[in-house]
């Protein structure tokens, strides 16, 4: 009985034996099947890569490969290895193209940077040349007109902002200076010419000879001492600011006594100062001023000890031929045309006229503007 079982059991082994060897066979195509789809793929993946314009995302796309088959089992170890070594080659390779995109982008948006900042230089040079273009027009419009002076102090200035060193802004500098030079000094020239013939003028004038009669006698010394001391004594107490406080308080000052003591101060600083260590109302006549070519930046040097505040401004205005005049409640600094010192000798005409009577017989006649100078 028993030897009749053997040949069932070893029936059954060899069938499952073959079943199993043909399970085996099957997986192992299987196998072979997804290895060669795989490296179908990888194959692809490959050349898709090398014909690719984008080595950024075909770099990410060969890791991620490269993972894929480092984790595929159905691979052998020979083939994992050579197809491991292709991606990681392909991946170098797009790794230097992505590279060499990037360094091609950099010099693009370099060159791109440049171009933009030429033309931003180019664009200010041009507005610069146009500017300084309008500039020199209105500049040589100046100078046509002789305005020397205006074009030296405002256009000059504004050229030398826009295109300092250049030869333009030598030019005008040098010209203008120049040019400014020569008309104050032609002024200077023609202002001398004009007074020295005026001055000779005059003096014909003064040689034309008038009728003596009556004659002009002058009375002996004591009558002029009487004479004095009656004017004084009728005169003395007048007050020459008409009853204005402000003008009554600089006639008071004028007869104070004080140092002076200046070393190049503009004329203005010296009025400054003596507006407020006198404590009255100064001011400077500008037009006056500019009409005898002076600027309230004149530099005053003067070094005395105690004087009055009379002989202190005489010192300081008659070099300047300024004078001063108190109307209007001020101290007004402006030149002697100006200030019509000429009409002030009306003033002595009849202080004298109302003293006639003291000289006693003694007639003063023939006295007119022409033989008066105060």
Request: hydrophobic share 40%; glycine share 4%; no cysteine.
């Amino acid at each position: 009985m028993i030897v009749g079982r053997r040949p069932g059991v070893l029936f059954r082994f060899l069938i499952e034996r073959s079943q199993a060897s043909d399970l085996l066979a099957d997986g192992e195509g299987l196998r072979e099947v997804a290895a060669q789809q795989l490296e179908s793929q990888v194959k692809s993946q490959l050349r898709d890569t090398r014909n690719s314009r984008d080595p950024t995302s075909s770099k990410l796309a060969l890791k991620s490969l490269q993972d894929q088959v480092r984790r595929a089992a159905e691979l052998g170890a020979s083939v994992r290895s050579r197809l491991d070594a292709s991606i990681a080659s392909a991946i170098q390779s797009a790794a230097r193209a992505e590279a060499s995109l990037k360094e091609q982008s950099a010099r693009k948006e370099a060159v791109q940077a440049s171009q933009a900042a030429s033309k931003r230089l180019i664009a200010e040079s041009e507005r610069r040349s146009a500017s300084v273009q309008q500039l020199v027009e209105r500049y040589n419009s100046l100078i046509a007109q002789q305005l020397f002076a205006a074009a030296n102090n405002e256009i000059v200035p504004q050229v030398t902002a826009i295109d300092r060193y250049t030869v333009i802004d030598r030019v005008v500098n040098i010209e203008s200076n120049m040019a400014s030079n020569e008309q104050l000094i032609r002024n200077a020239v023609s202002q001398r010419s004009r007074a020295f013939v005026d001055a000779l003028y005059l003096n014909e004038q003064a040689l034309v000879p008038f009728v003596d009669d009556p004659p002009i006698v002058f009375p002996p010394a004591d009558v002029w001492q009487a004479l004095s001391a009656r004017r004084l004594e009728r005169y003395g107490s007048i007050d020459l600011s008409g009853g204005k406080e402000s003008e009554r308080r600089i006639y008071q000052a004028l007869n104070e006594r004080g140092e002076v003591s200046f070393n190049g101060q503009p004329l203005s600083g010296v009025m400054k100062f003596f507006k407020e260590q006198y404590n009255i109302p100064i001011v400077i006549d500008d037009k006056a001023l500019e009409d005898e070519n002076i600027t309230p930046d004149e530099p005053i040097t003067l070094e005395l000890p105690t004087i009055s505040f009379r002989s202190a401004l005489k010192l300081i205005l008659e070099p300047l031929q300024l004078t001063y005049v108190i109307e209007d409640e001020v101290m007004r600094i402006t030149s002697k045309k100006t200030s019509g010192w000429v009409a002030a000798g009306w003033v002595g005409v009849v202080s004298v006229a109302a003293d006639k009577e003291a000289a006693g017989s003694f007639e003063i006649s023939h006295i007119n503007r022409e033989h008066l100078r105060f």
